[in-house]
């Protein structure tokens, strides 16, 4: 199968969605992939690289576009990039269509492509597998994010995360133990943060326990949410129901209640976000204050850290892009119930 890559073109975003060690895999599987010249620069990984891996380099996203029937990308393919597709192609990519624009629906279906949302390829268990990896690392850095976010030259409140002696922690509060929230927790804890994590399943807080004692976990309740916020330094909104809009566990009175020059990190902003007050933000101008409480609210910030997110989306996607090369797109659908739960449409159409 012929199988392409190209250049990711959202604002900011250094990412590439299959990178020359995962490429060595297609190519020696029998398969040809299209690379488009500078795909990899943003992540470090350069034409030269792909060309040892056994890529073919093309010199525009038409060029490869024209050659594949398979496209991997990360960021949802824009209109005019739709429109070099030639109907019956299936690309895959983080599509988030709960919170995207309705012609790009309209789009697939006229252009009767198919369409797998990666952060939708769910396993039996109900693990989200693609997602999952890329939800680690934006996890990982919240704790990075809350600390510059905490500084009085960001007009935060002062503090220092971890605290020192005689100097108590920062509060963070987590909503949602899901891989986001489990890598937050992780990382804030490992700070010396004082953590406190939310969730509705006593599964998540129980394993979230067995690998972070320190974090108290509570079960989500709407009194014990608001109280947690109101006593909060930092938010992390990490709540997830996989491919519908994210529900406002935070209200705008919550929010109005906390302490000036606390912070919201609202990553589930890439599904329409867990606080009312958020809207998306960008990495160019990633923050904004509501109320003196600072709101960093970036849709796939992991676009940021080019190439660790990029190895681990890639390594992510890589049995589904085999799978799709080696069978074909309707029987990889149907030998695979993963990717057949990530369909959005087959053929322009909804399964």
């Known amino acids: 199968m012929n199988i392409g890559v190209i250049r990711e073109r959202g604002a900011f975003d250094r990412r590439v969605a ?8 297609l190519a020696g599987a029998g398969h040809t ?3 488009e010249t500078g795909a990899g620069d943003g992540a470090m990984f350069r034409d030269t690289e792909y060309l040892r891996a056994g890529a073919q380099i093309a010199y525009s996203p038409a060029e490869v ?25 299936a690309l895959m990519a983080f599509y988030h269509l709960a919170v995207a624009d309705r012609g790009l629906v309209e789009t697939l279906a006229g252009r009767s492509l198919t369409a797998i949302g990666c952060e939708i390829i769910q396993q039996d268990d109900g693990r989200l597998p693609v997602l999952a990896a890329i939800s680690e690392i934006g996890g990982q850095m919240t704790a990075a994010i809350a600390a510059h976010l905490l500084r009085s030259s960001s007009g935060g409140r002062g503090i220092l995360l971890g605290g020192t002696p005689g100097v108590p922690p920062a509060r963070v509060v987590i909503l949602g133990v899901g891989s986001v929230g489990f890598a937050a927790a992780r990382a804030a804890a490992a700070t010396g943060a004082r953590v406190a994590a939310f969730d509705r399943d006593p599964g998540k807080l129980r394993h979230l326990i067995e690998h972070v004692p320190d974090a108290e976990t509570y079960l989500a309740d709407e009194d014990a949410v608001a109280d947690a916020v109101a006593g909060a330094d930092v938010v992390i909104g990490a709540v997830l129901v996989a491919g519908t809009r994210a529900p406002h566990v935070v209200t705008r009175a919550m929010v109005e209640g906390m302490k000036p020059g606390s912070a919201i990190i609202d990553v589930s902003i890439d599904q329409g976000g867990s606080v009312e007050t958020s809207r998306p933000t960008t990495l160019g101008a990633p923050t904004f204050v509501h109320k003196g409480v600072t709101h960093f609210c970036v849709p796939n910030f992991t676009a940021d850290i080019g190439r660790s997110a990029s190895v681990a ?14 069978h074909g797109v309707d029987a990889a659908i149907e030998k695979c119930p993963d990717l ?12």
Request: aromatic share 4%; proline share 10%.
């Open 313 to 326: 989306i890639a390594q992510a996607m890589l049995p589904y892009v085999l799978s799709i090369a080696r």
């Open 33 to 35: 992939v299209w690379v």
């Open 18 to 25: 299959l990178t020359p060690p995962v490429v060595r895999r």
């Open 65 to 89: 576009l024209q050659r594949v029937e398979l496209l991997a990308k990360i960021g949802r393919p824009t209109a005019e990039e739709l429109n070099l597709c030639a109907p019956g192609m």
């Open 340 to 351: 057949a739960r990530g369909v959005y449409t087959l053929r322009g159409r909804r399964p």
